[in-house]
């Protein structure tokens, strides 16, 4: 069972071992303006690896849902959350959009060479819960669902 498995470990591997391999951005990706966002002082986002990973032959599919989440400071800069979308073991610039704007703030979304980049900057003086969801088109499309909170 330990065989079968080798290969999906790699992916997993490689889901966080390539994290700082850059490519050239591919076309349509807003490589420039993601690069000159301000960032903000205070800022914590994430997303947990999500996808299907087959976690023995015999046995089915593994399904992790996407959800991110970003922590952040009212202090007039974006957040970023910066991950890598995997098929197979290959890592893919997929096509990122903004599904579902958010309420309070701004969001962007692209890639900087294989970094997928999702950033939010809230309205100026807001704090408090947000939410909007981005679209990444792939092989297999997913719907990223992303709570904010910003605080002061």
Known sequence: ??????????????LFGLAGCQAPPGPGQDFAALQAL???RAC???LPPFGRWIYALDDGVFVALPH?????????GWCQIRFQH?????????????????????????????SLRIAYKPAP????????????TAPEPWDIPVAVTVVH
């Open 86 to 114: 995997y098929w197979g073991q290959k890592p893919l610039q997929a096509p990122l959009a903004v599904l579902t704007p958010p309420a309070h703030g701004e969001a962007m979304v692209g890639s900087v060479g294989l």
């Open 1 to 14: 069972m330990i065989a079968r498995l080798l290969p999906f470990a790699g992916a997993l591997i490689g």
């Open 38 to 40: 301000p960032a903000s």
């Open 68 to 76: 991110g989440t970003i922590v952040m400071g009212d202090d007039g």
């Open 44 to 46: 914590v986002g994430s």
């Open 125 to 136: 003086g807001f704090t408090g819960t947000d939410h909007f969801t981005v679209h990444l």
